[in-house]
């Protein structure tokens, strides 16, 4: 009995431990969003388009390998909450919508990141290309990392990369593109 009573505790206390060991840091994510459904069309200053979508922050509690697990959230389902029974609208995050995955991998080149449009599929309620979609999750990536860089003390290379674009949808790769965040100005600035 005294065994099975030191058992339950020893378990308890490593279950404990482990809880305590993990950090959770709330954290601003942007996501690029469909605003179908609604009433209004965004001006997306970053790409020059009026559209019916934008990119938004929202505070999540996150845990993982930062920044890599900031990309990933990047893609989480998003419900806009309403005070309006007529906006019945269950997703708005592109990411979600037009079925594009994303992750990234810190490596010692810096911080690359897929875009993977292998299953990219547009529904017709979203009046939007696969190029916009992109363009809107790039500028959402950015942002999302120049919160998190701030406070960093070296710069942050990222290298992003469209997976996935066979013949038809070969077009997009040249959106791949190496950017670096937190950079330090020229000397004599």
Partial sequence: ?????????????????????????????????????T????????????????????????????????????RSPHLVPTNNPNYKIQETNLLVIANIGIRAEMTTEGL??????????????????????LKLAIVALRKTLE???RPQTDPLVVNLLI????????????LNVRFVIGESPPAGN
Avoid at 46 to 62: H, I, N, W
Avoid at 117 to 129: N, R, Y
Avoid at 166 to 173: C, M, N, P, T
Wanted: proline share 5%.
């Fill in 163 to 174: 997976e996935g674009a066979d013949e038809g949808k070969a077009g997009l790769r040249d």
């Fill in 147 to 149: 919160v998190y860089q």
């Fill in 112 to 133: 690359i990141v897929n875009l993977n449009v292998a299953q990219l599929s547009i529904p017709s309620e979203i009046d939007l290309t696969a190029r916009q979609i």
């Fill in 39 to 74: 009433d209004g069309d965004e001006a997306i200053s970053d790409t020059g388009e009026a559209l019916q979508a934008c990119v938004m922050s929202r505070p999540m509690a996150l845990t993982g390998a930062f920044p890599e697990v900031l990309v990933d959230a990047i």
């Fill in 1 to 37: 009995m005294k065994m099975l009573i030191s058992a339950f505790l020893f378990a308890g206390f490593m279950a404990c431990a482990a809880v305590q060991a993990t950090t959770i840091m709330v954290v601003p994510v942007f996501e690029p969003l469909s605003l179908h459904g």
